[in-house]
DNA sequence: ACCTGAACACCGTTCAAGT
DNA sequence: ACCTGAACACCGTTCAAGT
């Protein structure tokens, strides 16, 4: 999955010298490789390795393993994005955003670890990573939103805690190499969040400690 | 948190030389010390160095990080095996299988990265880890399947799922230093799981892909 | 029987030296 | 301006040599 618009480094960055854009761009082809087939932890020798750079170039152009992992997630990150808009005019709304939150369990289990990773960066870092998260909580909200207006999911569901339900599931399935395990947390969570489901706490007869 | 019933290897092997006990003893106190500070994967050869003991030592008593996790882990797992079999007295019954799930939470949040380990085990190694996850898992179904035989909660209700989602929750808090979101996650799957909740699978106006 | 620690094969990260 | 790779500080794991 390395369609990048062209190449380009970022979308906004001063030009890089020929050969150095050449690196990245091998530096980041090479990381998609490696992450896919050793995970999100691949080693960085190997990367650079793959791409025929030295370490030092790979951590030149990418100081952290993150920066490497959010420019190699670009695409696939505005695509979620851009999927949340096209859902908003979905109806049901709370099934728009169902179908949405089940594409991101496709979408945090491309390799393993990811899941991980995405998770940190949707705690709030300050990092390029974060920052896509950022955008995908947003859209993710919109598509809440409409639910809760529409009177279909509770006024108390969080859009931040469903996209970390949403990697904590994929992680579960990952532990478990149970790919349908992800779906079917997701789907006791939602089943939780839905409006009819919503004022009884409990079977409320006694009280436990 | 090393209250052994004294010291002691297992509980049914033969016994080991008195030197070699004692080195077993003190690397016991060293990782669970170790696993406090740093996490479940903290460094085995800092371990031994708190033990004051060679790294071959650690390695001929614990073959593998997983048996040394298990043995530390050994007291607050049959803890809450016995915790459950008390709650299995309490009404409703749904009710005792979420304050048993509650405990679970704090017990995989003990150091950090425990969730993943008891992940891995509860997916169903043949470790000792994993023993004493079966054990847990059984305990656990005897309070789920009360609470189904209540009619409180659904019937494709599952003991496994439910355990992977409470390492899930306490995976998610962990990565979001929130210790209060495990609680939040654990609540909206068990809201998904009340049978009052059960026969509405979605406000089923229109379908959508 | 048990212990030790050197040895091996890997990491991530930095930085002086090159072009 | 950019690249390289040696250097450093860490790992996990094994195994020959000791007692």
């Not at 979905?90 to 594409?103: D, F, K, Q, R």
């Not at 870092?125 to 955008?135: I, M, Y």
Request: net charge neutral.
């Amino acid at each position: 999955m390395q369609s990048r618009s062209t190449s380009q480094n970022g979308q906004g960055e001063r030009p890089l010298r020929a050969d150095a854009q050449r690196n990245y761009d091998l530096l980041v082809a090479a990381a998609d490789a490696g992450f896919t087939e050793h995970g999100a932890e691949a080693s960085l020798e190997d990367i650079a390795r793959r791409a025929g750079v030295g370490i030092g170039t790979l951590y030149r152009h990418f100081p952290t393993r993150e920066a490497l992992l959010a420019k190699v997630l670009d695409d696939s990150i505005a695509a979620m994005v851009a999927r949340a808009t096209e859902l908003e005019s979905v109806t049901p709304a709370s099934a728009a955003l169902t179908t949405w939150l089940e594409s991101m369990i496709g979408h945090a289990t491309t390799y393993s670890g990811l899941s991980k990773a995405l998770a940190a960066a949707l705690a709030g870092t300050c990092t390029e990573l974060g920052n896509s998260c950022q955008a995908m909580t947003t859209a993710g909200a919109r598509l809440l939103a409409r639910a809760q207006a529409a009177g279909e999911l509770r006024d108390d569901a969080d859009i931040k805690d469903l996209l970390m339900a949403v990697q904590a599931a994929a992680w579960a399935s990952e532990q478990l190499a149970d790919p349908d395990a992800a779906q079917r947390m997701l789907t006791m969570v939602l089943d939780g969040l839905r409006v009819d489901a919503a004022p009884r706490r409990a079977p409320a007869r006694r009280r436990i400690r």
